[in-house]
């Protein structure tokens, strides 16, 4: 006959300092991949966004001759194989200064960071990690720049 008794033996388990220390360092290794996840993904989204408003003004709709936007294109794909700090510069890059109204900051890159990775504002204190996000943003961003600009330019050419 089924009771409602529990089986086995009711076990009391105690954390050690040692255990906890583990699992904290698990949990903060997990945050700080998924906060590093956020950043490369907002990075590379603000740089997809931000070629688009540079190749519009070089090479697409905002060139009046077709002309003209070849010639971008051809000057743009050799910049970038070549590496030319002339071409290259005028590429949009990412800034985190907060100088724009309205423009993310660092702060704000962090703490949106640590949230997406489940991380309290009033938890967010212990976690130091601010240069990491952001360049893992910074990186993300700049890839993106340049891989759209340059599909872009090959379609202008193709």
Do not use: K
């Not at 993310?104 to 990491?132: F, K, M």
């Amino acid at each position: 006959m089924p009771t409602n008794e529990p089986e086995g033996i009711p076990v009391t388990v105690t954390m050690t300092e040692r255990g906890a220390r583990i699992i904290a360092q698990q949990t903060s290794e997990t945050a700080y991949d998924a906060a590093l996840t956020y950043a490369t993904e907002r990075g590379r989204q603000d740089g997809t966004n931000a070629a688009g408003w540079y190749t519009m003004d070089t090479i697409g709709g905002r060139v009046s001759r077709a002309e003209d936007a070849q010639r971008g294109a051809r000057a743009i794909i050799a910049g970038i194989e070549d590496g030319d700090p002339a071409v290259l510069d005028t590429f949009p890059a990412p800034d985190l200064s907060g100088e724009r109204a309205d423009s993310l900051t660092s702060s704000d890159l962090t703490r949106d960071a640590w949230a997406a990775a489940g991380i309290a504002p009033e938890d967010q204190d212990g976690y130091e990690d601010a240069t990491d996000i952001c360049d893992a943003y910074e990186t993300a961003f700049s890839d993106a720049v340049e891989n759209e600009i340059a599909r872009a330019a090959r379609e202008v050419l193709a």
